[in-house]
């Protein structure tokens, strides 16, 4: 037996408990259940081992009365019967390791990929607390992405959340496989929820690759299971990253899709009780998608570690008020609009400059190229607001000088967006520069 193995059974001993509590099914239906037996020894939160006929079930303590204990189980329910017994395991917790580099797991950290796990050394909550405000770091320098547009005009640096914000199918994954790819970090944890079972896969070899993923967990709860591990997944992802960020190390934090993870809840909250009220959404998911965004960031300032993060939101009909993306977009460090119409030209990534901007700037980049920036935000405005007139044939030449100049620069600058950017960010500004031209700049 190899040291790792003594360790992993070490783990394993070390986390038996002897005794649990056992209550038992006094009220079963397709949905919440009423379990006996439990209600002073329970907590809400708290994971049960429901035994059917069928095999085991997991369940989730959503409700306390002195009465019986509310449980939503982890599945139909099916084969539940009054009488079983029901074990109370306790708050959920998972145990990361390096050894979860490099591996697919499923929400309750057990492998998917068919080798073993080992269990690490510390157990960690998967709801805890973000570090304290008053003691984090400030966000760090400027990240090289591998893609034009976020060397340059949408600067990602250490420690910053944003959004990618759009509807399915305009390629969301192909750009979050290209930033894991492209960002350097220690680490890539990335949690796909609520993806069609062959996704996983797809996203794995194509998007990832081994290079991506020989640096990446991934965890993943497709579209077919119960909401609870739909919603499990992602803390288990974020709680994995908490793990290697408190060991120093700076991780990429990638979330495709926070909408799933909501609506996810949403079936919890509504079975536990909760109306709704938000178009839908019960007034928790606020809370929900806000603290689990503030987990991410930068560190304690004696950690050393950070959490760079990229969530996805599906954004039906382009609407940016909707709910998720509303709530979301309030509390992220910047937010990245993807669009159809772009999508459907052939220009990926489909980024909307317009319509998305990073929080890190101006402190991401030097006077000179703010000054670009702008410029380019300029030109890409102006181009926007009489685009329909040029499309008809309807714009007079000298009519407008912004317009003039956008009208020269735009189809070099909008091939510009879907550049690679292999040397990074100094490179592709001075690519920018050489597209806006060293006179428009200084005449702007």
């Not at 930068?298 to 959490?307: A, F, R, Y």
């Amino acid at each position: 037996m190899n040291g790792r193995s003594l360790e992993t059974l070490a783990c394993e001993v070390r986390t038996m408990t002897p005794l649990r509590p056992v209550g038992r099914v006094i009220a079963a239906g397709h949905g919440l259940m009423t379990i006996g037996g439990l209600h002073r020894e329970a907590a809400l939160g708290d994971h049960v081992r429901i035994e059917t006929r069928n095999g085991a079930l997991r369940g989730e303590v959503v409700n306390i009365a002195e009465d019986g204990v509310a449980v939503l189980p982890d599945g139909s329910g099916e084969g539940i019967r009054i009488g079983d017994p029901v074990v109370l395991k306790g708050a959920p917790v998972i145990a990361p390791s390096d050894h979860w580099i490099g591996r697919i797991v499923d929400p309750y950290g057990q492998s998917l990929d068919g080798r073993s796990l080992g269990r690490g050394l510390t157990e960690r909550p998967l709801r805890a607390r973000p570090p304290v405000a008053t003691q984090r770091r400030p966000l760090g320098r400027r990240l090289a992405t591998g893609l034009a547009v976020f060397d340059t005009l949408l600067p990602l640096v250490r420690g910053q959340r944003i959004g990618i914000f759009s509807g399915s199918g305009v390629g969301k994954s192909t750009l979050l496989g290209r930033l894991t790819r492209g960002v350097d970090c220690d680490v890539a944890v990335v949690a796909l929820v609520g993806e069609r079972g062959r996704e996983v896969r797809e996203f794995v070899d194509s998007n990832l690759g081994v290079e991506g993923m020989r640096k990446s967990v991934v965890v993943a709860a497709t579209s077919d299971q119960p909401p609870l591990a739909r919603r499990r997944a992602m803390w288990t992802a974020m709680t994995i990253a908490e793990h290697f960020r408190d060991q120093g190390r700076h991780v990429l934090f990638l979330a495709d899709s926070v909408t799933r993870y909501a609506e996810a809840h949403r079936e919890i909250a509504l079975a536990a009780g909760e109306s709704s009220s938000l178009r839908g959404f019960p007034p928790s998911t606020a809370h929900q998608i806000m603290s689990l965004a503030e987990r991410a960031g930068p560190g304690h300032v004696s950690t050393g570690g950070d959490i760079t993060a990229v969530f996805t939101v599906l954004v039906a009909g382009s609407d940016m008020d909707e709910p998720v993306a509303d709530i979301l977009r309030g509390v992220l460090d910047g937010h990245v609009v993807l669009d159809r119409q772009i999508a459907e030209r052939g220009r990926f990534p489909a980024v909307d400059l317009l319509r998305s901007v990073s929080r890190s700037l101006p402190g991401a980049a030097t006077a000179e190229q703010n000054r670009l920036i702008g410029l380019a935000r300029r030109r890409l405005g102006a181009y926007d607001r009489a685009e329909v007139m040029i499309q008809a044939g309807l714009y007079a030449a000298g009519s407008d000088p912004e317009v003039d100049a956008a009208i020269q620069v735009y189809p070099v600058l909008d091939a510009f967006l879907a550049e690679a950017s292999p040397d990074g960010p100094d490179a592709a500004f001075g690519r920018l520069s050489e597209i806006l031209g060293r006179r428009a700049l200084k005449l702007s």
